[in-house]
């Protein structure tokens, strides 16, 4: 369980909220928003051109006079993204545009529904769709260089005599778009919005793609400041990190300084004493992915692991089955 001090309040704690998933994209089959550096961590307008090189992967991020789109300006993303998955789980047909409420947009990510808000909100959508992306993607032995925006394009839909935007319609770019075909996708929790600080939410996305199944990640402060894409000086850096391991607010994982200039991430809730059972067999998470096409089975194990060991009961006599029911429960919400 995350402690809640420092985290921003649940604004709205009455509503369902949706399974939030991430995309992936390319290169090299890489969960590349994730793994690099793409969306600014500034708080003001950012108009730096950014360039990234790590293991032959080279991103160059061009911002548009409105600025960098923000890692904030990235919620908008990932509620375009859930809403297709949403529909391709329930076997209906998507395009690349997406039209929704800027309403629930606004709710599902924990946001303020002001009249300021909204404004926010169009300042959001300039940035995604201003922000071009240039990189190398290595196929067949050749290097192919390609460019894209965010976002290609969007449209905001108002109520008659000036009233507030009713709905939007964002059309996303073609390489996000066959990301998300692919349902290549991985789950946030839901206290991802309501982490304060732009270099929380991105220390969690590396956790969270690092971790994976694995109990726990480490990584050197060096490659962490490198991946994050954070402007401060290493020292500055550093005791960013610290303050973040005394307040200890980070969703779904602890951090904890090593010797060596090294930060370990240890996945919460994590089962070290074999409750709930041996570890699952690749047959029944092929079998829960049949279930839920499209979720993310590990994240679904760790809950379902995690479930188990708060309840206080045994562990099951016969856990595959207990896991694959676990699926068929979440999957029917």
């Not at 909220?17 to 290169?27: M, N």
């Not at 290549?184 to 971790?211: G, M, N, Q, W």
């Amino acid at each position: 369980m995350t402690r809640s001090g420092g985290l921003l309040p649940e604004r709205h704690p009455t509503r369902d909220f949706f399974v939030c998933d991430i995309w992936s994209a390319i290169p090299k089959d890489d969960l590349m928003t994730m793994e690099h550096p793409v969306f600014s961590l500034s708080t003001r307008p950012d108009r730096r051109i950014l360039s990234y090189i790590h293991n032959g992967t080279e991103i160059t991020v061009v911002p548009s006079v409105k600025g960098l789109a923000t890692i904030h300006d990235k919620d908008i993303l990932i509620y375009c993204i859930s809403q297709l998955m949403a529909a391709l789980n329930a076997g209906r047909t998507v395009a690349r545009t997406v039209t929704l409420k800027a309403h629930d947009l606004l709710v599902a990510t924990n946001r303020e529904t002001s009249g300021d808000a909204y404004r926010r909100l169009r300042e959001a959508f300039e940035r995604l769709a201003g922000t071009r992306i240039t990189t190398n993607l290595e196929t067949g032995g050749q290097e192919i260089t390609s460019g894209f925006g965010l976002i290609e394009s969007w449209e905001i839909v108002r109520k008659a005599k000036g009233g507030r935007m009713s709905s939007v319609s964002v059309t996303l770019s073609d390489w996000l778009y066959r990301a998300v075909l692919s349902k290549s996708v991985l789950t946030l929790s839901r206290d991802y919005f309501r982490l304060r600080k732009p270099l929380e939410r991105r220390i969690y996305e590396l956790a969270r793609k690092h971790c994976g199944r694995q109990k726990s990640w480490r990584v050197s402060v060096d490659l962490l400041l490198k991946k994050s894409g954070s402007a401060s000086p290493r020292r500055v850096f550093r005791k960013m990190l610290r303050d973040m391991i005394v307040a200890d607010h980070l969703p779904d994982y602890e951090m904890t300084e090593e010797a060596g200039d090294m930060i370990r991430f240890i996945r919460r809730d994590t089962v070290v004493d074999g409750a709930a059972g041996p570890p699952l067999r690749a047959e029944v998470l092929e079998e829960a992915r049949r279930i839920w096409p499209g979720a993310d089975v590990y994240q679904l194990e760790a809950e379902w692991r995690a479930w188990t060991q708060r309840s206080g009961r045994p562990a099951p006599r016969a856990p595959e089955a207990a896991f694959l029911g676990f699926v068929r429960t979440r999957a029917g919400r």
